[in-house]
Each structure stands twice: as C-alpha cells, then as structure tokens.
C-alpha cells in the first residue's frame, strides 16, 4: 500500500482557512488522529489533519533519513532519528540533569519542576509517537478499570474491561498484532473471546528468554500469602509476523508492510533489525502512517470521504464561544522552515474539533488557550508508568542483542490482591542487553578498551563474556493518579512561535515505590535462581534517583502518557465523558492517552486505540 | 499432439526441475550485482535488484511446490543444478551468457535479455531450432535437446499447458496428476520473501495460479488477451519492466505503455560500483590466503544451505524458517565481504563469490550421485 | 598526488576523506607506493589489535575511511610515529609468541602517553565506527586537535562495526539476521578465522 501523499492531499493556510465544509478538524497524526480520521471518511467525512512537523517521511527517501540519523549519531539517544525542530520540539533525554529542591530545569523542551525528573518523551513528526515506540500491545486488565472498587487504589474508569473489549479487537487488527493467545490465556490475564486470536501468530521467544524460562519455570514468589508461579509468557506485539489462518473466523490477515514505498515490499514481517525503538527500518512494526495510507486509499480509489493534511502547523489556541461553549475554531501557526521562527496565524474550523496530541501536548494547548475544564483537572492526575532496571550476566551465553527490543517477561504479578498495598509491575526481558541502563554495549566497549586495557584476542573475548551474557528486566510499574502530578503552563517558558511549553511536576507515589522497592527484590530472587551476577546499581548522581526507605532507585519515566484529561461520570469528576468527549465543549473531542483514569500495567496504545473507536462512533453520531 | 509438447509426468517432472535449475541460476548473477554496489548509493538500483533476486528465490520455491504436487522429487544437490558461469540459459542459447559479475551497464542489459517478456504464439512460434553446442545445458521439450523456448515465459506455458492436459487425461482415467504429500508444500507460513504469496499446490487450479505469478512476475506477457503490460492486475511489475526502469532512467507508474515511463528520475551512479572479478574462480585467488579460504568457506556455506533447502523442500518445512532464510541474510554479509576485498594480481578488481558448488563438493568428497 | 598534497588535501573539510584515501593508496609512482605502505602498516596494525583478519578488515570497506580519520583528527606524523612503533616491535618480536609481542605493545604502544590513546581509538574506530574525543590530558599536553569531538564516520561505519559481528549479533536498525532467528542461539565466530560459523 502506499502512503501516497501527494501535493493533492495536501493543503495551504490559504486553502484550510478558505474551506468551510470540514467536519472535523483532527489536531495530530499520531495514532489516535490517524484512527479517527480513518473511522471519519470511512463514513464518507470531510477532515482537515494538522501536523506540527514537516512531513519528510511520507516518501521512502525521507523515512530512510531518518533511519541515516540514527545511524550517524554517536549517542543514539531515542530521539536521535527525529531532527530538531524549535518550532515544534519535543523532549530529549540528552537535555536532562539532577535536579536540587527546588530547582527547576528550564533547559528541556518540558520545563522539569521535580521533584522527580520525567524522561519520557513522544515524537512529533508525522506518525507521531509510533514512529518510535516499541510496540509491545498488552491489553489492560479487568481489574485495572476499577482499582478504587476493588484495592481502594486510584480511580474507577466509567467503563469497563467488557465494554472495550471489542475495540481491543479492532484495535489489534488496524495495528497488525502478532500474539499468541493461547500462551496468554492464564488465570489473571486479560480475558480473551471463546476462540479469539490475534491477526498473526505470536513472534518467537527469543534465546534469552528460553534460557530465562529456564532457569524460572516451575519456581514461584510468595506475595501478601499469596503463592504465585513464574513463567516467561510472550508479548504481543504490534508487529508483522507470520498471518494466523484462523484469525476473523478463518478469513486470514493479510499484513501490512512498508507504505511509502515505490516499488518495493518490505515490512510484511519482520526480520529481526533490533532497532523498534527508536526506528524500524523496514515497518515491520506498525506506525500510523499505514493508517493513513488506508485512508488516502478510501479517498482515491473508493471515493470515500476527504482528508487534507496541512502540515507545519502547530495547533496554538482553542478558540470558544463563549455563548454556548463550543469551539468556534483553532488557532494554527504555520512556519515556512523548522530553521526560522516565521510564522503565520490562521484560524481553521469544522463541526467538530478531535485534539489527539497526546497527554502532554493536549493539555498544553488546552491550558495555553486559557481553558482548565470547570472540573479543574485539565492537566492533573498526570501519570506515566515508572520503571526500575535489574541488569546481570548470565552464567552462559544468551546471544543478547537479537530480536525485537522485547519478546517475552513475566507477567504474572500483574493482578493479585497484593495491590491493596503496592503497586502492580509487569516485566520486560530486554532482547537489547543493558542498553537502557548503562549505554551498552558502547559503554562496554570503551570500558574494555580504555579502563581494561584489553585489545586483540582478550577484546573479544571480554566483549563476548560481557554483551552476550547480558540480562536486563525492566519492571513496568503501575502509577495511581494524583491531583499534584499534574502539567501546567507558563508564560515565562516559550517555545520559538512563542507557544508556551509544558511544565512537569511529578512525584512517584508511595504506592509505587513500595512496588519498585519489591521489584529490586523480586529481580534479586530471580537473579539468584539464575545464577545470574548482578550489576545493578544505582546512581545518587543521575536524574531519576529516589531514595526510599533509606534505599536509592532509579526511576526512569516508561514513555505512557496519561491522565491529563481523565474520563470520569460527571463534569466535576472528569473533563471528558465515556466518550473521551469535552464535558464544556460539546464539539470538542480530546482523544489518548490523557482520557485513561489509570494506567494498570499495560502498555498504553491498545488502549488508547481501542478507545478511539469507540470515540469515532459518537463523533459520527454527533455529525450525522 | 506436437512433438514439442511435455507429454509424459515424467517429462514434466523433468521440466519442472529444470525450472528449479534456471530460477536458481539468475540469483548468483543477481545477487552480486546488487552487492557490489556501494553500501549508500545507487538506492533505486539496489531495490531493484534485491526485489528481483528475492522473488526469483520465491519462484524457486513455487517450482519446488509445483514439482512435489505430482509427486516428483526435489534435490538441489544433484551435481550442475548450480551451472558453471559464465553460462547459457534455455533460452540463450548461441545468444547470450549470463555471468557472475558486478552491477555494470552490460550486465543490465544481460538482465533484460534474462527477463524478456512472453511473446505469446503459436506452439511452433514457441520453440526455435538451434544447434547446442557441446556441454551446454539447456531447456528443452524433447530429450536431444535440438530445440529450446524462445523465452523464459514460453517454457513455463508449456508447463501450464502440461499440466492442463496430464491432468485431464488422468481425470478421464479416474485419477489425478496431483498425487504428492500435501505436507510438502511450502506455504507462506513457513517461506515470506515479501511480494507474492506461496499457497499449496494441490489441483490444478493451484498450479495454474502458480505458474501465471511466475510468468507475471518475471517478464510480464505482451499479449492482445491479456493487456497487462508493464503491471499485472494486482499492480506488480514484472522484472523486465523493472530493470528496463534502469535503463530508461525513469520509474514506470500504472498506466504507462511499455518503453515510456513517465514516473520519478532514477539516476545510476555506475562508479559508486565495486568492480569485481568477472566469473571468478577459486583458482583466481591466491591459494593459502585468506581470500581464497573466504571464497572457499563461502562455497561451503552455500552447499550446505542446498542441501538444508533439499530437506526443507522434501518435508521439513520449518527448516525454511529456523535455517534457511538466517542462512540467506548471512549471504550478503558473507558475499558483501568478499566484494569489499581487492583481489590481488586482478587488475585492481575486487573479489567475488565463485559459486562452484560442484567443485565444492568434490573437494568435500560429499557430491551426491 | 604526493605524500604531502594527499595530506594536505585530507586537512580541507570539502573533501570526501576515504576517497581520497583511496585514490592517495592507489597512485603511481614512489607517492602511491610510500602510502600504500602506510597504509599496509596500518592495516596490519589494526589486525594485531582487533584479532580480526585482514579480510575481514577489508571486509568492512571502512578501511581507507579510518585510515584518513586518524590522519585528520591528530595529524599524520603521530600515526606514522605509531606505526613506526607497530613495526619494530614485529620486527623485534619476529617468530615469538603473543604473550610476549603483547608484552611490548602494551609498554611501548599502549603504555605510551602520546600514542596509547590513539591506539586505543583505532580499535574502538574498529569496534564501533565512532572516533571517541581523546582524554582531556592527551589533548592539553600534545593537543589541540581541532576535530577531535566524538563522531561517528558515517553510516555504514556504524553498520560495519566489528563489535556485532564479534558477539554474533548485528548492528541495531541493519544487517537483520532474519524472522525468527533470535530463538536460535547466537554464532559467535571463532577468533582469526573467517566470520563463517560451522
Ligand atoms: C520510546 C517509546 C516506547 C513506547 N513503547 C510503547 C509500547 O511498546 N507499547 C505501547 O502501547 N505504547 C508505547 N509507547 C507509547 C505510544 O507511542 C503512544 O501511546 C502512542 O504513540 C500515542 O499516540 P497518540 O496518537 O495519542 O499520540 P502521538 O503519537 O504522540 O501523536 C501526537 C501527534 O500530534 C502532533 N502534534 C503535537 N502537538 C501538536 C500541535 N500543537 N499541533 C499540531 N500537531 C501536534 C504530533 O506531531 C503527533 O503527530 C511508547 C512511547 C515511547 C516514546
Ligand atoms: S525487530 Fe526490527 S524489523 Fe522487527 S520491528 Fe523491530 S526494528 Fe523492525
């Protein structure tokens, strides 16, 4: 399929401003703006897409760029593909530092007023944050949707598991999920349908993970009088695999490879690069721009309804009336080059108005444009899920450093009764070696060579004995909402169009550290029946340290987030409804990550995409 | 029936090996053109390249599936499955030779030459005569090898038409040509190579389907019936018209007549190409060293990986999965290794994969009767 | 080209350092012959400190590329001077075992303030396609050099590092091994020998 974007598709301020006959105004290309589009003009719908970014990746050549980048950057840093932009920048790990009581870092796009310093970042290009993310797809838990009901943690969801349950589904076929439910049907899990399976069968569990499963299956933990066994279960994953026969009642999948291609198949499974994040070099691993693809095909070839991408455009105001409250148009600053700061400002409307910049960004630009909800919690109850690292050497050699970023982990602590007390994690076995917690195996390489002093034969033994031994789990811990974990804005901290940045303040709950705290634990046991030699260590100078009942962790920020725009029964409790609907703008749709009043223990997407279906139905309504 | 028809299982089994042999014997060519050229440059080549390389590998397979549907046998280790380069193909004979060399404008026109389309005639149009010179393998109807197919397409509609009628004159008599285990198909569960599916070839439906994606894919018909052209129905472009985009200079887009393609330029930069040893031979590099021990290790690997795709093609299916295709992206690193190698004493050329498995295998003492 | 022109040229940012390098180690005359020698040294160098084969070496395609970035970064007189160590510690150690060549590599080479770190360098150009930025010491004391910033070469260097192949594994974003072959376990090549794994 192509992602054909040609010079048609595309519009100018003049044309954007000029033309009335939107229906929608879809702020985002990321995965939720490109579902919603998708969902809008297969109902025949008029759509105008924003995008902050140029659009350079629409062509191979341009994609290909970006996989240059990566290349030629020293640091590799997961930003690294994705050029500067003044205009529309975006967090960078690099940009972070400690900070000290009451210091603030204005130097990093998102102003860190701590205490805890937040490295999670999302990409604004086009695809958004999909062109970097992992993929992994769990879904959420039945008991995520109602923590206060049953562990007095947190807050409900107005819906629950069954009523997304559906949207899962669709969910899992746009995003092309490779899965094995069979393996993943257990006590606990997430429910799946008599006969349910994913479009394509689960990816190969890598060495590392045998040898894991190994050294675990068949021993267990005992939690809160709880004994619970240990496994290495596989992940789904968003990415092309080998089609499941049986999948949509035996009617097959058909994958979906590269899209900006001219002439060349690639993508339709995935080979192994080792590179998801923070870019697949082949699209084996799905990015929004194949949804986007989809649509610009429903408009040419089937005739169905009308996108037009606008991009360099920086949404920068919500605009009201204030008679009645809707939104009457957004602000849009158009510049000419991500080198200069020239800009214009036009004003754009349509029916309805869908913000789908991700939590940070949506309540940004809703606070920037002076509009914290009547509930007041536009921007609060900000969450993110916190991980710690545990990194070791196995006793033999697991071959790390092959497959895609994450195949397997053990996923049985997700849900027990223990949540009453401490948070919930799920564990990731990282098929990439120590790489998220100590830079390997470049690290390794100048600790060998210039504290080692190793070279010749003795080098390549010690890189063998050091990087093909190489264990790191990362425990992804829940994170219960908080009012004073919250974005503001302000206008002291200004991007170059002068779009005020987003400000971070952020403490990790005691609930959650009590879960991180049993986390080093739990990898300590693990580690023992493994014979694996620790190295973990964590430290007192690097920016996501915490001390815990007289114990130092590192933090680091898990890239899922939410909250800012929690859904909730009324307009006192929420600022959208079930809906993910603005409950004081009745055209305005805010749509991700923000609308999740909790994060459970899931990687955030399924979700968030699950519930843009369910969002596009009531928009439809709304339209019709 | 005409003389020139595959009249018997048994020739058509024959000709369905050879099909094998020929699908095969373009990968060698194919492969180290796209590797020779230098990591970075020339892209629009190198897909080229690599998108036909891969589907001829696909087209192997297909006659692998198509040979064990009637119950043939595959052995890819049978001594001059791999031919000698430079070599004749069927339908080159006393015409031109393919050769293992690197991506230079010859060998683009020799690819061209592989790749022609159908011109689809009458039977008799189909097959010409020629004298074969001695030793010269070559496709044929009949055994004494006097005439060969025009074209690479022509052969295999002598195959579809075949199968057409073994078929039908075995439903006459009750029976089926399609008597092979099922379980020897290689579907694209266990196969992907992107671009065109495998299915199982069971009846003839199957087979016919399968052999119309060889023809599509490779030279495209040009044909009054069948006004496909430059893409076929499902908007794939067969290889000749893929590489004639080389040529030309220019992509071809849906719509475009043959020999005037109106997409995007393409631009070849020819000296961002590793210029190797034509046809090299092990006995081109300096015995004892280190390239030759490369060149021969290389030889290894690949006679190895015919006779893991043997056994995958003759039942254990999961063997493409778990070791072939790894052995296959070893390949380019392996061949990439030797192309980046200057070759002493060869007028500053660089080194190449030699392809003599026969000889290999001799060496080895493993060559199977 | 001359020793000094082909030097000089590589100092000149405009200029495509491995081509030049390139054509500098593939001219006529006594110019051609002299770097072809430096060259050779260098290459044989960087076999002793990388335990990979000249093949493999060359196999990279990087060769002339790291070659002209140490020139660029610290100036050809210290490789040279370097390579003038290399080459009468093989001389002087002829016939003798690793251990010790080892030995004197490691007090005349590595051990040595203006040269260790350099050689330190070439094997992690080797491993890794970055020049790494010299220690701050190195710098003041035989310094400055103005392009020494951590770099990577270019793109293939990083797809070329030796460091994958090493460790049996590929570089992230290139040199994919294939569906499914991470379940398998990894085929770490033996040392010396050519990366084909039995
Ligand atoms: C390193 C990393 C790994 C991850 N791994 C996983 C994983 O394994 N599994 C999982 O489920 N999730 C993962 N995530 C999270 C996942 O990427 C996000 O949940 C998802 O991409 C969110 O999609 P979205 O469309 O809501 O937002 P985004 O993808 O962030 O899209 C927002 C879009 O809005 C645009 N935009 C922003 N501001 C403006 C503006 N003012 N005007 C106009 N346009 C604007 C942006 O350019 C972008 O196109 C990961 C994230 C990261 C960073
Ligand atoms: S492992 Fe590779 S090919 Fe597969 S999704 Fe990740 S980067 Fe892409």
């Known amino acids: ?624 | ?369 | 080209m001359n020793k000094t022109e082909f030097y000089a040229k590589l100092s000149t940012p405009a200029n495509d350092p491995a081509s030049l390098a390139l054509a500098a180690i593939q001219g006529d005359g006594e110019a051609g012959t002299y770097l072809r020698g430096v060259y050779d040294q260098f290459l044989a160098f960087s076999v002793e400190v990388t335990a990979f084969s000249r093949f493999d070496l060359e196999g990279t395609g990087q060769g002339e590329a790291y070659f002209a970035t140490v020139i660029q970064v610290v100036g050809y007189e210290i490789l040279e001077q370097l390579l003038d160590t290399f080459t009468s510690i093989i001389n002087q150690t002829g016939g003798e075992s690793t251990l010790v060549r080892n030995d004197l590599l490691r007090r005349r080479l590595f051990g040595n303030e203006r040269l260790g770190p350099i050689a330190r360098n070439i094997v992690k150009l080797w491993f890794t396609g970055n020049w790494y930025q010299l220690p701050r010491n190195w710098s003041e004391k035989f310094g400055p050099a103005p392009k020494d910033v951590t770099f990577t070469v270019s793109a293939n260097a990083y797809v070329e590092g030796l460091l994958w192949t090493t460790i049996g594994a590929h570089p992230a974003g290139a040199k994919a091994q294939g569906y499914g072959s991470w379940a398998n376990p990894p085929r770490i090549p033996e040392f010396g020998s050519d990366a084909v794994v039995r």
């Open chain 1, 1 to 624: 399929m192509h992602l054909r974007i040609d010079p048609t598709r595309l519009t100018t301020p003049h044309e954007a401003v000029g033309d009335g006959h939107y229906d929608a105004v879809i702020v985002g290309s990321g995965l939720s703006g490109a579902i919603i589009a998708e969902q809008l003009c297969k109902e025949g719908k008029r759509v105008l897409m924003l995008e902050a970014s140029p659009i350079t990746n629409k062509s191979l050549r341009g994609y290909n760029e970006y996989v240059t980048n990566f290349f030629v950057s020293p640091s590799k840093d997961n930003q690294s593909p994705f050029p500067e932009n003044p205009n529309a920048p975006m967090p960078r790990t690099p940009t972070l530092r400690k900070l000290q009581p009451g210091e603030v870092n204005t130097n990093s796009y998102i102003v860190q007023a701590g205490p805890y310093v937040s490295d999670s970042n999302y990409t604004r290009t086009l695809g958004g944050t999909t062109m970097h993310w992992e993929a992994k797809t769990p879904r959420m838990l039945p008991e995520d949707f109602k923590t206060r009901t049953l562990y007095d943690q947190g807050l409900d969801w107005p819906i629950g598991y069954d009523d997304i349950e559906p949207d899962y589904q669709r969910a899992e076929r746009e995003m092309g999920v490779s899965g094995d439910v069979a393996a993943l049907r257990y006590p606990g899990g997430s429910p799946y349908p008599k006969n349910y399976v994913y479009p394509m069968q689960g990816l190969p569990l890598s060495y590392l993970d045998h040898m894991v499963d190994r050294g675990i299956a068949g021993t267990s933990v005992e939690l809160d009088g709880e004994t619970i066994p240990l496994q290495v279960r596989p992940y789904p994953q968003a990415r092309n695999g080998v089609p499941n026969a049986a999948y949509d009642g035996g009617k097959g999948y058909t994958p979906v490879g590269a899209v900006n291609t001219h002439q060349v198949d690639i993508g339709e499974r995935c080979q192994g690069n080792t590179n998801c994040v923070p870019i697949c070099p082949v699209q084996a691993k799905y990015w929004s721009g194949k949804t986007l693809a989809k649509v610009l095909r429903m408009n040419d070839e089937l005739d169905k309804g009308e996108i037009k991408i606008l991009p360099q455009a920086v949404a920068s105001k919500v605009e009201i009336n204030p008679e009645n409250g809707h939104v009457s148009g957004i602000q849009v600053k158009v510049y000419k080059t991500p080198g200069s700061p020239e800009h214009e400002t036009i004003t754009v409307r349509g029916k309805i108005y869908v913000i789908t910049t991700a939590a940070i960004e949506t309540a940004r630009l809703m606070l920037a444009s002076g509009l914290p909800s009547s509930s007041g919690l536009v921007g609060r109850n900000f969450m993110d899920h916190a991980f710690i690292l545990c990194w070791g050497l196995m006793p033999e050699i697991c071959g790390t450093y092959r497959g895609s970023s994450c195949t397997g982990g053990i996923l049985d602590l997700r849900n027990g009764p223990f949540r009453k007390n401490q948070a919930a994690f799920s564990v990731d076995i990282h098929n990439d070696g120590w790489g998220w917690a100590t830079g390997s195996p470049y690290s390794d390489l100048t600790s060998l060579v210039d504290d080692g002093n190793l070279f010749g034969g003795p080098l390549r033994q010690g890189l063998v004995d050091r990087l093909s031994h190489q264990l790191l789990l990362a425990f992804m811990i829940d994170v219960p909402p908080s009012e004073s974990n919250r974005i503001t804005v302000d206008p002291q901290y200004t991007d170059a169009l002068g779009n005020m940045r987003p400000n971070l303040s952020f403490t990790t709950p005691e609930y959650s550290m009590r879960g991180a705290a049993y986390a080093r634990q739990f990898a300590k046991t693990v580690f023992s029946r493994l014979g694996v030699d620790d190295h973990t260590q964590y430290n007192p100078e690097n920016y996501g340290y915490v001390v815990y009942e007289g114990v130092g962790y590192e933090i680091r920020g898990g890239n899922h987030l939410c909250g800012t725009h929690i859904m909730g029964t009324s307009k006192n409790n929420s600022v959208v409804d079930t809906n993910q609907r603005s409950w004081d703008h009745a055209n305005l749709y805010l749509v991700g990550g923000g609308s999740m009043p909790s994060i459970g223990t899931a990687n955030v997407s399924p979700t968030i995409a699950a519930l843009c279906y369910r969002s596009a139905r009531a928009m439809l309504k709304q339209l019709s």
């Open chain 2, 1 to 369: 029936m005409d003389s020139h028809d595959i009249a018997t299982l048994e020739s058509l089994e024959e000709h369905l090996f050879s099909a094998m042999v020929l699908e095969h014997a373009t990968l060698p060519a194919y492969l180290t053109a796209l590797y020779s050229i230098k990591p970075g440059t020339n892209q629009d080549a190198s897909n080229i390249l690599r998108v036909v390389a891969v589907e001829e590998m696909l087209h192997m397979t297909i006659a692998a599936n198509l040979l064990n549907a009637i119950g043939g046998t595959v052995n890819l280790t049978q001594t001059g499955f791999v031919p000698s380069y430079p070599t004749y193909l069927p339908d080159s004979i006393d015409d031109f030779q393919i050769h293992i060399e690197a991506f230079t404008p010859s060998a683009l026109e020799t690819f061209l030459k592989i790749e022609r389309p159908v011109y689809l005639g009458t039977v008799q149009q189909r097959v010409v005569k020629r004298r074969i010179p001695n030793h010269v393998w070559c496709l044929s109807p009949n055994k004494d090898g006097t005439t060969q197919y025009t074209t690479i397409g022509e052969f295999y509609n002598a195959i579809k038409e075949s199968f057409i009628r073994l078929e039908a004159e075995a439903q006459a008599k009750g029976s089926t040509i399609f008597t092979g285990d099922p379980a020897f198909q290689i579907t694209s569960e266990y196969y992907y190579s992107g671009g065109g599916k495998l299915f199982p070839v069971t009846n003839l439906d199957s087979a016919v389907q399968a052999i119309d994606l060889v023809i599509e894919q490779g030279e495209g018909y040009v044909d009054e019936d069948k006004p496909t052209g430059v893409f076929d129905q499902y908007g794939e472009i067969a290889h000749f018209y893929r590489f004639e985009q080389l040529r030309l200079g220019r992509y071809y887009v849906r719509g475009d007549k043959p020999g005037f393609p109106t997409g995007p330029a393409i631009e070849i930069d020819w000296d961002a190409v590793y210029l190797t040893v034509v046809d090299p031979k092990l006995a081109d590099y300096p015995e004892g060293s280190e390239l030759y021990q490369a060149a021969l290790n290389f030889n290894i690997a690949y006679a190895q990986f015919l006779a893991l795709l043997t056994e995958a093609y003759n039942g254990k299916r999961e063997l493409m999965m778990r070791a072939a295709v790894p052995a296959m992206f070893d390949f380019r690193n392996l061949m990439n290794r030797l192309i980046r190698n200057p070759a002493p004493q060869q007028h500053g050329r660089h080194a190449a994969a030699t392809f003599e498995i026969d000889a290999t295998n001799a060496i080895l003492g493993t060559a199977k009767a």
